[in-house]
């Protein structure tokens, strides 16, 4: 404590200018980076030229720092960023082409206390397999093993939660274990391979004496044990930092067969559903929800019941259900088994009124204003006690927040679900159909997850007698009227709603409900006679109904039929392609140059469906 008291101290009079106080603090802190360095590099040039960056950094900013007892951390975290930015130059990658690592992986003043102790091979394989970790991966494990820091100043140091702490301990221990069974060590061999490293990599024989890594040091909790069952690796952006929130519906195995919170609607059998942050089941769960572009944005989830019986990640590149024993890789985005409608905090209040009352049931999610890019959500909701939890935050980089990442564990049994055109990640569709007995065509391209929208943007094209609609979500949307050339021109996305969206994070049987909430359009979820489909109806003027039917398993629209007193009046069919190939000079996206010709219409969310049947749209 008293040496910490002292830090803190110093670093006080080093922020007020005392010059004595500072160089002290250099000397501190090179020490100590010289040795985290080198541990990371294994070079002991390269550990020297970041420590000396760190330190010219520590330097220009160290008036910022607020906390004086989080020091470490923050410098850490400083030097850590430099290393990966020194990566991730094309210099270096050149250099690591072509050179090799300092003879032996240590210098000859290191590990003279382990001589004896250990084989050149067996220092050699562990040397390696250190190496061999990605920079995000050694690094905790030094901070953990070496450094004996906490979980919560891991978490400062490297940007993330400190759940996300844990978790990246715990990937970075299985990747080691992967590492040292390459070279052949056995499993069991973790523990004494840190123990060696670090001895290995201790300034002189007297500090390698004292090196101890327990069995408490490699511990990561309950919660990071059973989520390190399933995940990791891989999701998302690069964005800034701070807070906000969102939450939803979760896979849940365990609500199969159990009687439905909300209206009763018989579920389709061969699907296995989901459940909704809220509804009543013995089991705690927790969810993380990242939304890259703010709460009106697509949407990435992860979720997992506390006890480990299943995880779900729905990330930038496909859709995730791990059961424990087989990981499925499917077409469709989860839904709730009782079929009532996702709820999220981050709803407007008008909207979340408006679902209570059609479902006849309050949601159990707590409202949260939230603003902003990069958002990020931990949501715990023990349902024995009818009490949710929620922190917010906002990641620098959620790519480093393995909970979001799909590393599996090594040899799991695997089933990929998905058809061609999921397995591409997006597709080119088609439209027919007639209303009020004009015939009705169109086309147009669909992505499926977030990585393919940020590349292959959404956009269709669909005429009806003399009407033009185009809607492309990087160029706006317009509606012409060829006779008379009247236009309107409207927001990109516009006429996106009411359709399909799997690209948005939510299955197209929510993301059709909630764009009908928004406009407070009443609706029913219903089954057809077809297995695997389901129907919702929508009330959208007095006379004037709209039914879609939705394929569960693909997660698209497959129709929507408009009916007036009873009377069918018109329908629209799509079709999704499996096969593309030769097909991209038939299919043309928008231009819309027609856009700058005009004032801008505001969005009517899908209410467009019944102006176009009425014959109103872009009047």
């Known amino acids: 404590m008293s040496e910490q008291v002292d830090l803190m101290q110093l670093v006080k009079l080093a922020q007020q200018g005392d010059r004595e106080a500072f160089d002290r603090l250099a000397e501190l802190a090179a020490g100590r980076l010289r040795l985290y360095m080198f541990r990371l590099t294994l070079q002991e040039d390269l550990a020297e030229e970041i420590v000396q960056e760190t330190l010219l950094e520590m330097v220009k900013i160290l008036g910022k720092l607020r906390k004086t007892d989080r020091f470490w951390p923050w410098l850490y975290g400083i030097a850590t960023n430099k290393l990966r930015h020194h990566y991730r130059s094309e210099l270096v990658h050149r250099r690591a082409a072509t050179s090799e690592p300092d003879e032996g992986l240590v210098s000859s003043d290191r590990g003279g206390g382990i001589e004896n102790l250990v084989t050149e091979e067996i220092k050699q394989i562990v040397s390696t397999a250190i190496r061999d970790l990605k920079t995000s991966h050694r690094a905790v494990l030094v901070m953990r093993c070496y450094d004996d820091m906490s979980y919560a100043e891991i978490a400062q140091s490297m940007g993330c939660t400190e759940f996300g702490s844990r978790m990246l301990f715990m990937r970075a221990k299985k990747a080691l274990e992967r590492q040292l069974a390459r070279n052949g060590l056995k499993k069991g061999s973790l523990l004494g391979a840190l123990m060696i490293f670090g001895k290995m990599t201790a300034p002189a024989e007297a500090a390698a004496v004292h090196i101890t890594v327990t069995a408490a040091t490699m511990d990561v909790g309950l919660a990071a044990s059973l989520a390190g069952l399933a995940t990791s690796k891989a999701a998302v952006v690069s964005l800034a930092a701070a807070g906000a929130v969102a939450v939803g519906a979760v896979l849940g195995p365990d609500w199969l067969d159990r009687q439905p919170a909300g209206p009763a609607i018989k ?215 060829q006779a008379d050339g009247r236009f309107a021109v409207y927001p990109g996305g516009s006429f996106f709603k009411g359709m399909a969206r799997p690209w948005a994070g939510l299955h197209t049987l929510d993301v059709l409900r909630r764009d009908a909430a928004e406009k407070e359009i009443w609706f029913r979820t219903t089954n057809p006679p077809q297995q695997g489909k389901i129907q919702v109806e929508l009330d959208l003027q007095s006379s004037l109904r709209a039914v879609y039917t939705i394929d569960l398993e693909m997660d698209v629209v497959d129709e929507i039929g408009f009916i007036r007193d009873g009377r069918t009046i018109g329908k629209l069919v799509f079709t999704y392609l499996q096969d593309i190939s030769g097909l991209r000079g038939q299919f043309l996206a928008p231009t819309n140059r027609i856009i700058a010709q005009g004032p801008q219409v505001q969005d009517i969310g899908l209410l467009w469906l019944a102006r176009l049947v009425e014959g109103s749209l872009g009047q």
């Open 267 to 481: 579920a389709t059998s061969q699907i296995r559903m989901a459940n909704v942050l809220g509804t009543r089941a013995d089991q705690p769960e927790k969810h993380w929800y990242f939304l890259p572009e703010g709460p009106a944005g697509p949407l990435m989830l992860r979720a997992q019941a506390d006890k480990g019986d299943w995880v779900v990640l729905q990330n930038d590149v496909a859709n995730y259900y791990f059961d424990g024993k087989i990981l499925q890789i499917r077409n469709h985005r989860c839904w709730a088994n009782d079929l009532s409608v996702v709820r999220l905090p981050t709803d407007p209040p008008a909207m979340t009124e408006f679902l209570a009352r059609v479902e006849g049931r309050p949601t159990a999610i707590p409202y949260a204003r939230a603003s902003g890019r990069g958002l990020l959500i931990e949501a715990a909701y023990d349902k024995a006690r009818g009490t949710a939890r929620l922190e917010v935050m906002r990641n620098p980089n959620v790519s480093d927040e393995d909970y979001f990442q799909s590393d599996w564990p090594l040899g799991v049994r695997q089933q990929d679900k998905r058809d061609p055109m999921h397995i591409r990640g997006w597709t080119l569709f088609r439209i027919e159909g007639q209303i009020n007995g004009q015939a009705v065509s169109g086309q147009g391209q669909i992505p499926f997850v977030y990585r393919t929208y940020q590349r292959s943007r959404p956009w269709l094209r669909i005429k009806m007698g003399d009407l033009a609609i185009q809607d492309s979500f990087d160029g706006g949307a317009s509606v012409t009227r």
